[in-house]
């Protein structure tokens, strides 16, 4: 698993993934399609046509870009921490579990949340408004490495990217990722 990040205004996304899929593929030895095609969901998922050997997903704020790559579905999300309106938003999309952990933890323990809880929403493939209340991330306070929807385990791991930037990411299998700036 492959974490890519790019600073700075990220141009055209679609060419940027293409980049990190070649660097994908030599650094994990897959032969991919000499011309990769990008689609999306009807919910807005992207995916390559010509190689599902292949997940990935990306998320940009402010002026950073990561694209997450691996053998198996994954989900991630990047987030500047800003003034925004962190409890209005809690109140609405967050469980009481999750409102506590604000409660504790401030405007910085809500965007520890929101990443988590996008980063889900991307793994399973489902839009903001389907997904960011059904998933619960936070309990008695704490952020668990590991979450249970329905009948499938799936790993949350946050990656430090710096003080006003949080980042996280969903997956299933227990590995480490590569940091791989591009």
Known sequence: MILFIHEGRPG???????????VYAEKTGIALSDELIIERTEKGKPF????QNVYF???????????LMADSP???DIQEVRTARTEEIAQRYFTEQEKHYVDLWGEEGFY????RKEALVKYFGLTMAQGI????VAKNGDLPGEVCIGDEPVKLTAIEMGPY?????????????????I
């Open 57 to 67: 997903s990306v998320s940009h704020s402010g002026d950073m870009w990561v694209c």
């Open 48 to 51: 390559f046509v010509n190689d």
């Open 12 to 22: 055209q996304t679609d060419a940027q993934v293409k980049l990190a899929a070649a």
């Open 133 to 136: 209340s059904g998933f619960e």
């Open 112 to 115: 520890d949340l929101w990443v």
């Open 74 to 76: 994954v989900g991630v």
């Open 165 to 181: 930037v949080k980042c996280a990411y969903a997956h299933s299998k227990d590995e480490e990722v590569e940091i791989e700036w």
